[in-house]
């Protein structure tokens, strides 16, 4: 079984940007859709982004639209996230995730069967 670990995660200013990774190990991502989520303190668990690891649609969450891309490196088995013009409100531990949902459960935490451990990601204002 895959088993992922996030990095990249840092303090920055309101308006920078970040790359976060997620390094999948044990097995391919082959066959899997790839995803972030984010957990703010207090707040549950939210879908930021996701995608079929080979070819098929890209999906983000509004609050996170135009700003934040979903990347692959295949032959790295590696998942990035950029995410520019960063907001307090972006502040969260972001967390990468796989799973084999349909279109319409890809923003479902159930339909992910595993996770990193988490990258903290701290916005000043």
């Known amino acids: 079984q895959v088993q992922l670990e996030e990095s990249g995660g840092e303090l920055v200013q309101t308006g920078s940007s970040l790359r976060l990774s997620c390094v999948g190990s044990?097995?391919?991502?082959?066959?899997?859709?790839v995803a972030w989520f984010r957990q703010a303190p207090g707040n549950e668990r939210e879908f930021v982004a996701s995608?079929?690891?080979?070819?098929?649609?890209?999906y983000y969450s509004d609050s996170v639209k135009g700003r934040f891309t979903i990347s692959k490196d295949r032959a790295a088995n590696t998942m990035y996230l950029q995410m520019n013009s960063l907001k307090p409100e972006d502040t969260a531990v972001y967390y990468c995730?796989?799973?084999?949902?349909?279109?319409?459960?890809?923003?479902?935490?159930?339909?992910?069967?595993?996770w990193g451990r988490g990258t903290q990601v701290t916005v000043s204002s």
């Open positions: 044990g097995s391919s991502f082959s066959g899997y859709t």
């Open positions: 995608s079929r690891w080979h070819g098929g649609s890209t």
């Open positions: 995730a796989v799973g084999r949902p349909i279109t319409s459960t890809t923003m479902n935490r159930a339909s992910y069967s595993v």
